[in-house]
């Protein structure tokens, strides 16, 4: 891969205040600038939930120019079939079971240390501004911290020089922004409390006052009462804080309007991870989105969060850096409809398949739980193609070094630029996948599930877990449903996956 370098000439060209610092003017500018990155995150989309892979009674028109503008990739995986998880692998490049990653409650403490390397890390000091607008989920400050006071640590001290998030999930408590570690709009004569455990007295929650809820649970999900929502955990005071729900995707289009806006007049590049808090539960599409999809407040998500694709496109175009920005989406898991709330995901699912014919969905050890959109996009230097590459979010790190002539390092970050870039169809050549501590398999076609105790469905969210009785293999290519397993007629295969397999996971 030929290093990119940042000329003299470009840099005294850019000095002068009339320049526009970020801008393409020359295609050899395109070519030896660092390039903006922008990494757009969504919360359980699924393989099948963009028009571009088969969605039906959504349109995605934003989604699929991205897919069809760059390369859609039929083998890119979150790597894990949850939230926090992913996440942590996304942004560290180690694999999230080597720390005991599980979904976090609202409340729990920083999961990456201030010490470890970070993808916004790396980019950092590479001489990138660095923020994060969106979904945290990965804990913030230390287990006895006080919502109330400065937040420490928190995304700034791990990477970024700015973030605005939401701590957890729309669903968990609290139902706050916080910027830079500090939550916005908080009043201080009503101080936030938080308590995943114990409702505050005299308060209501879910479970007690159902009457009040103009969103019904349908299980979890039944503790404090906000905005008509019940959420996870308990939360009092914080007022004149909390966020509104149907305003949550203009909000944080907003702050990414403005950051690529400001950021692209600057002399150096940005990384901008987008953590769009879409499809997940609760859905509250904005009422000029309701309706747009046939599917239900879900459908409606995914078309509010396609126009906020749209209005990001927009603002790079009319910034001018849209031959100098790399883009890649993707999704932290696979689907689910019914996630604790009645919202019709199941009732007006019609012939839409949010799995994209894969098996399984989020929580699941199945395809379905990690094999997600995964899309890049970068005007002018990548070619339109579909690419079979093995990827995983987990590869940005080693990835996007190389692209930006970083020499740091991630342990289980594999460099697949050039498959992210289109000058390959080769990507890493096995990958560890997560489920709910539960882990399998996948080398080239073939993906080994071992066999693990536990309920073969979860009920509540009607998704296969993939707790088999035996070991199974399957061939991804050729069965992409996962309907037979091969392991029988491929002792030896089974036997040489299985050695390497213990002796990458350490088990
Ligand atoms: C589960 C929640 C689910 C969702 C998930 C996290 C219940 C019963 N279910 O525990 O609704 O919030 O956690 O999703 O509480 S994730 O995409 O952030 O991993
Ligand atoms: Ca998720």
Known sequence: MKKIIFPLLIVMACLGTSCQKNQTNSSEESITQKPNIIFIYLDDLGYGDLGVNGAKGVETPHFDALANGGINFTNGYASSATCTPSRYAAFTGQYPWRKNAKILPGSAPMLIDTTQVTLAGMLKESGYNTAIIGKWHLGLGTHDKNWNEHIYPNPNDVGYHHSYIMAATQDRVPTVYIEDGDVVGLDPNDPIEIDYDNNFPGQTSGKENPELTTMKWHHGHNSSIINGIPRIGFMKGGKSAIW???????????????????????????????????????????PRFVGKSTLGPRGDVIAEADWCIGELM??????????????????????????????????????????????????????????????????????????????????????????????????????????????????????????????????????LMPAYEGPKVNTEVNIELGNLNELALFNLKEDPAQTKNIAKENPELVQQLLKEFISKRGK
């Not at 193609?385 to 020499?407: E, H, I, P, R």
Request: a negative charge.
């Open 244 to 286: 509104s729900d149907v305003d949550m995707a203009d909000h944080f289009l907003g702050k990414v309007k403005n950051y690529i806006t400001e950021k692209s007049k600057e002399d150096k590049p940005f990384f901008l991870t987008y953590t769009m808090q879409q499809p997940h539960v609760p859905r509250t599409p904005h």
């Open 314 to 447: 927009k603002t790079i175009r009319e910034a001018g850096i849209e031959e100098n920005t790399l883009i890649v989406l993707s999704s932290d898991n696979g689907p689910v409809l019914n996630d604790g709330y009645y919202d019709d995901a199941v009732e007006k699912l019609g012939d839409h398949d949010p799995n994209g014919g894969l098996r399984g969905g989020k929580y699941s050890l199945y395809d379905a739980g990690t094999h997600v959109p995964f899309i890049t996009y970068w005007k002018g230097k990548i070619q339109p193609s579909t690419s079979n590459a093995l990827v995983c979010q987990m590869d940005l790190f080693a990835s996007l070094a190389d692209l930006v002539g970083s020499k740091m390092k991630s342990q289980d970050s594999e460099n697949v630029l050039p498959a992210l870039l289109g000058t390959s169809k080769e990507g890493r050549s096995s990958l560890i996948l997560e489920a709910t501590t539960r882990t399998s398999y996948r080398k080239g076609d073939y993906v």
